[in-house]
């Protein structure tokens, strides 16, 4: 289980799922692999043919604007503000990102198994300290 916002949001991806204020959240299997895709990697803008890739593979011959739907659906059922978008962050001109703060996992970690993430302030971002484990 990985939680975000002090545990607003949690997410657990063995069992595929999601809860924003302990209420589940119904994501499609495409919108859970955009999302974990973007978590797996919150360092990394993922641009839209990546996405199409991982998500819908590369064999795709449609519009990459797809990916455009899949976030858009992803926001409005994540974001408190899907038009301030928290967690799923467009960054212009180039594609997605990750931009929420991992605070608690009670199984293994998306990085390194040495490290946790902390959160260090309101501010999008991370800070990885050791968790001495």
Do not use: W
Request: hydrophobic share 35%; glycine share 8%; proline share 5%.
């Amino acid at each position: 289980m990985i939680r975000f916002s002090n545990g607003e949001v949690e997410i657990d991806l063995k069992k595929r799922f999601i809860r924003k204020r302990r209420r589940p959240i119904d994501l499609t299997p495409r919108e859970f692999e955009i999302l974990t895709a973007l978590m797996e990697d919150p360092d990394k803008v993922f641009s839209r043919d990546e996405l199409t890739g991982i998500v819908i593979g590369n064999e795709y011959d449609g519009s990459c604007r797809v990916i455009d739907s899949h976030i858009s659906n992803l926001r409005i059922k994540l974001e408190d503000d899907p038009k301030r978008p928290v967690y799923v962050v467009t960054v212009y001109g180039v594609g997605y990102r990750f931009g929420g703060i991992a605070e608690m996992t009670d199984e293994e970690p998306l990085r390194s198994p040495d490290y946790v993430f902390s959160a260090t302030s309101q501010k999008m971002g991370f800070s990885v300290a050791a968790s001495g484990a």
